[in-house]
């Protein structure tokens, strides 16, 4: 499974566990949607740092070739992914008054 594929299939798998699974539903949230905004551009920042100067490289065969700011556009897809499920996992075990040690 390409790069590609993968973040494709996360996007719905993470909207569906943030609205169904967690309940947290914070995509409906504005509140998200301004935080997220300001996310992305310090990941642009960051993917186009990290990419226009090889530090971070990626197999051709694995990606659509789209880029933003010198970075793979699935990278978007995995990060919009990483977040949703980050927050919305915080906010479930939150809930839940998960105990620490």
Known sequence: MTYTQLAVVAVPLVV???LYITR??????KSFWNAYAILVFFQLI???????R?????????????RIA???AEDLLFGF????MTISLWMYWGKKGVQRD
């Open 24 to 29: 947290s539903r914070i995509l409906k949230r």
């Open 70 to 72: 010198a970075a793979p």
């Open 54 to 66: 090889g530090i971070l490289t990626y197999s051709p065969d694995a990606i659509t070739g789209l």
């Open 46 to 52: 960051t993917n186009w740092w990290l990419t226009s």
């Open 16 to 18: 569906l566990f943030d």
């Open 81 to 84: 992914t990483m977040i949703v």
